[in-house]
C-alpha cells in the first residue's frame, strides 16, 4: 500500500503543473468603530480543476488557516467554512473547495482605538490546492482601516458578502435536539429533530477526521420525530497511520438547508447484559474479595469482639443473637449500596462523556483522573505499609457502638465495619471494578451485592454458630505483614498510573509529579511519626501544619500542565526559514535529565509570557539533547557554551540574545519586549 501510494505520488509530482492561486482579503466596511467587530473575507481563486479543503480536509490535505497580527485587545473568532463539495478519491471521501471560495472572519476590534486613527493589522495565509498532486501556497496582508466614531459599510462589496453568507451553513434552531451514542470501537448514532415535513438531509459532512461522512458506508433512517444517522468511524489514513479516535461529532447537515450540527458529546451506548455463566465467575470473585477484607489487620480483630457483644445484648437466645447478625449485615449492604451507587453515578457520567462501558480503562485517557488515582493508590499503599494510620476513629467508633443495646447498635457496627475495610480494600476494589464497571444495571449492582455478602459472611456465620468464635485464629504480627505484604500491590499500582499519567503529559513534564509524590510521602511520614494522640498538643499542631503545606505543596507539583502546540522541533534549516521571513524564532536547548530546564519550563512560561510571545509573532523550537545530537552540539559551541540550559532569542537582522541560566517571567518579558 505505502510502495504504491508513493509509486502515484512521485509520478504526480513529476507531471505537475507549476500553478498557483489568487488570495484576497477583503473587508466589508471602509471604516470601523472602537469595540464594533467588522467581517473580513478571504478569497481563494483557484486554477481550473484544482481545490482547496474544508476545515476537516477528511484525508491527510491541509485546509487554510490564518496567523493574525493585531494591534493589542484585538480578539478573532473562528473562520466561518462555507459548506464544501464531497469528493471521492484513492483515499475515500474528502471535503473541497473547487472554484473561488470564500471564508468569513469576523474582528473585534478593541474599544480603546482613538476616533481618528487607523487600525493596521497583518495575516498571513497558508493553504493547500490539489489536483493530481499538491502544493502548499501562501500569501501576507497588510491592511489599514481608518477609525470612526460608527462603522462604514462598503456597498460596492454588499453583493458579494451576501453570495457569501449564503453559503455558510445556517446556526441549528431552538428545536433542534441532537444526541450521539457509541464508543471508540463502534459505529456512531445520531439522533437528530427535525420539524414536520421537513426533508431527510443528503448527506452528513463531519468536522472530525475520526468520523465518515454518511455517503461512505453510513445510512440514514427516518423516525418518529426526525431521523437517525449511523455513522462509520475512520481508524486509519491513507498512509495507514492510526488516526486518534474522539468523542466529540459536529459537522453540516446537507439538504434543502444547510445546517451546521453543533458540537455534541458521543455518550456511551448502555452495556449489553452477559449470561448467568459468564457473571457466575465475577459473582464469585467479588464474594472473595469481600471475604479477605475481613483478613485486613482494620477488621479482623473486632469480628470475635462483634459477634460476643451480640451475646452479651442478646444473653442465650440464639434466635435474638441470629437476628443481630443480620441486623449487622443489614448495615454492610447498605453501606456498600451507598458505594456502588456513587461509582454507578461516575460511571453514568462518564458514558455521557463518551467513556466506554466495555472497560475500566475510559478514565485513564484523562490526566485529571489518572492523577487522582495515582494519589489515591499512592496515599492508600503508604497507609497499608504502615508509615500512618487511617480509619483507627471509625474503630473506636464502632467498638462504641457495639456496646449499645438494641438492633440500631448492630447496624450501625455493620456500617463502621465497611467503612474501617475501605482503606484496606483498594487491592481488590481494583480488580471489582474492572470486572463490574461493564454490566448493566442490574448485575453491577449485583456484583457488588456479591462483595457485601463476602465482608458481611464471617458475621452471619458466627452470629448463627457463636462457640465458633473460639476457633478464630489468634489477632497476631501476622496480620501485620499480610497488610503491608498487600501494600506493595498498590505501590504497583501506584508505579504504573505514574507511567500512564507520563504518556498523557509528556515525559518531559514528569518531573514535577515525581518530586510532587516526594513531598506527598514526607507529609505521610510526618503525620504518622508526630501527629499522635499521646505527643504534646504543640508538636500535633506543628505537625499537621507541616503535613499540609507538604501535602498541598506535592499536589500543586503533580498537577497536569496546560496543554499547549507552542514547542516545535528545532533544526537549522527552520531557524534560516524563520529568520528570512522576518519571524523571531526562541530556542531552549534543553535535556530530560537537565533540573534546571525543567525548573524553568514550570516557572518561567507563564499564560501572560505565552500571550507576549504570541502577540510578538514569536516562533519557540526545543533543541532537545537528552540523547546525543551533534547537531544542537555544534550549534551550541557556536553560542559560546557547552552546558545546558541554554535559550537564545534570534531576531532578524540582529545579534542572538541569550538568556540567563536561571530563567522567570520577569526576564522573559522584558526579553521579548525587545522585539517591535
Known sequence: MRCLLFFILLTTFLYAEKVSSVASLISEQTAIAPGKPFTLALKLEHPEGWHSYYKNSGGVELPPEI?????????????????????????????????????????????????????????RTKWQICQRSCINESADFSIKLPIANNPTMDPGQAGFFAEARKKIPASAPTSFN?????????????????????????????????????????????????????LQRRKTDILDASIPQGNIVSGILVGDNNLAVPETNISSPPPAPISFMELLPILGGMFIGGLILNLMPCVFPVIGLKIMGFVKQAGENRRSIALHGIT????????????????????????????????WGFQLQDPWVVLVLLLLMFILAMNMFGLFEIGTSATSAGGNLQSKAGHAGSFFSGVLATIVATPCSAPFLGAALAAAVALPTLQFFSAFAAMASGLAFPYLVLSFFPRLVDMLPKPGPWMESFKQAMSFLLF?????????????????????????????????????????????????????????????????????????????????????????????????????????????????????????????????????????????????????????????????????????????????????????
Not at 329 to 334: E, I, Q, S, Y
Not at 601 to 623: G, M, W
Open 178 to 230: 441532537l444526541s450521539a451514542t457509541g464508543s471508540a470501537k463502534d459505529n456512531i448514532s445520531i439522533k437528530i429533530s427535525l420539524p414536520k415535513n421537513a426533508a431527510p438531509p443528503s448527506e452528513f459532512i463531519p468536522n472530525q477526521n475520526y468520523i465518515k461522512p454518511l455517503s461512505d458506508g453510513g445510512k440514514i433512517t427516518t423516525t418518529a420525530d426526525g431521523i437517525l444517522l449511523i
Open 328 to 359: 449487622f449485615a443489614l448495615g454492610v449492604f447498605a453501606s456498600f449500596a451507598v458505594l456502588s451507587g456513587i461509582l454507578f453515578v461516575v460511571r453514568a457520567a462518564a458514558m455521557r462523556t463518551g467513556g466506554d462501558p466495555t472497560g
Open 67 to 123: 496567523e493574525w497580527k493585531l494591534p493589542e485587545g484585538s480578539t478573532v473568532a473562528p473562520i466561518k467554512w462555507p459548506t464544501p463539495e464531497v469528493k471521492a478519491g484513492f483515499g475515500g471521501k474528502s471535503f473541497i473547495y473547487p472554484g473561488s471560495p470564500v471564508f468569513l472572519i469576523e474582528i473585534t476590534p478593541p474599544a480603546s482605538l482613538a476616533i481618528g486613527g487607523t487600525f493596521t493589522f497583518r495575516a
Open 492 to 676: 504497583a499500582t501506584a508505579g504504573f498510573l505514574l507511567w500512564v499519567y507520563s504518556g498523557l503529559i509528556g515525559q518531559e513534564y514528569l518531573l514535577a509529579p515525581i518530586f510532587g509524590l516526594s513531598l506527598i510521602a514526607a507529609a505521610a511520614w510526618i503525620y504518622g511519626r508526630w501527629y499522635l494522640p499521646y505527643k504534646p498538643r504543640g508538636t500535633r499542631a506543628a505537625a499537621l501544619a507541616i503535613t499540609t503545606l507538604f501535602a498541598i505543596s506535592g499536589v500543586v507539583l503533580a498537577l497536569p500542565p496546560k496543554p499547549n502546540d507552542l514547542w516545535k522541533p528545532w533544526s537549522e534549516e527552520t531557524v534560516e526559514k524563520l529568520l528570512s521571513n522576518g519571524t523571531p524564532v526562541y530556542i531552549d536547548f534543553t535535556a530530560q535529565w537537565c533540573l534546571t530546564c525543567q525548573i524553568n519550563k514550570k516557572v518561567a512560561y507563564t499564560d501572560e509570557v505565552i500571550a507576549l510571545a504570541k502577540r510578538k509573532n514569536i516562533t519557540f523550537l526545543k533543541a532537545d539533547k537528552t540523547r546525543t545530537n551533534p547537531a544542537i552540539e555544534n550549534k551550541l559551541q557556536e553560542l559560546g557554551r557547552t552546558a545546558i540550559p541554554v535559550n537564545v532569542l534570534l531576531i532578524p537582522d540582529k545579534e542572538p540574545v541569550i538568556t540567563p541560566e536561571v530563567l522567570t517571567p520577569g526576564i522573559l518579558t522584558e526579553l521579548f519586549n525587545r522585539i517591535p
